[in-house]
């Protein structure tokens, strides 16, 4: 059995200006925004609405975690959540939060990344501040590893 792991960032800024190759599934990115908005709707919130930047930002620390072992919010080339989401063009900005999931197995996929977030508090706190507006998603996989990873913004 494997054990997923997962990580959670939220920050509210206010204007800041492998061994095998990994490969993205794009449909994965977007059946992680629309359990996402559902899970929203459950807990009260509108929807967020999928962000090209923070599409980038997430696809850039998902192929991260996945091909450099990058686990956490901290890339492999020392960049954290505002700095990828500032390169990928998402500013000025209000508030920024983060999910991060890295699993293998049967626990790599995106419906065990969702399920995980939601029963985890900090990960939960991020998908249900209604305060969010936008969000990008990226779910890539390598052999029997999966990772995904959520943007989340309000300008």
């Known amino acids: 059995m494997s054990i997923p792991v997962c990580a959670a960032v939220v920050l509210s800024i206010a204007s800041m200006t492998a061994a095998a190759p990994a490969q993205a599934d794009g449909d994965q990115?977007?059946?992680?925004?629309?359990?996402?908005?559902?899970?929203?709707?459950?807990?009260?919130?509108?929807?967020?609405?999928?962000?090209?930047?923070?599409?980038?930002?997430?696809?850039?620390?998902?192929?991260?975690?996945?091909d450099n072992g990058a686990m956490s919010h901290t890339g492999s080339d020392g960049s954290s959540p505002v700095q990828r989401v500032t390169d990928a063009g998402y500013a000025p900005y209000a508030a920024l939060g983060e999910v991060v999931f890295w699993g293998t197995g049967s626990s790599g996929s995106p419906e065990a990344a969702v399920s995980w977030w939601m029963n985890s508090p900090g990960h939960r706190a991020v998908i249900t501040d209604c305060g969010y507006t936008d969000a990008g998603f990226s779910a890539v996989s390598s052999g029997d590893m999966m990772t995904a990873t959520g943007d989340f913004g309000r300008a």
């Open 29 to 66: 990115g977007g059946q992680v925004l629309s359990e996402i908005n559902d899970m929203r709707a459950a807990n009260g919130c509108g929807p967020v609405v999928a962000n090209p930047q923070l599409t980038a930002a997430a696809e850039r620390h998902a192929y991260d975690v996945l």
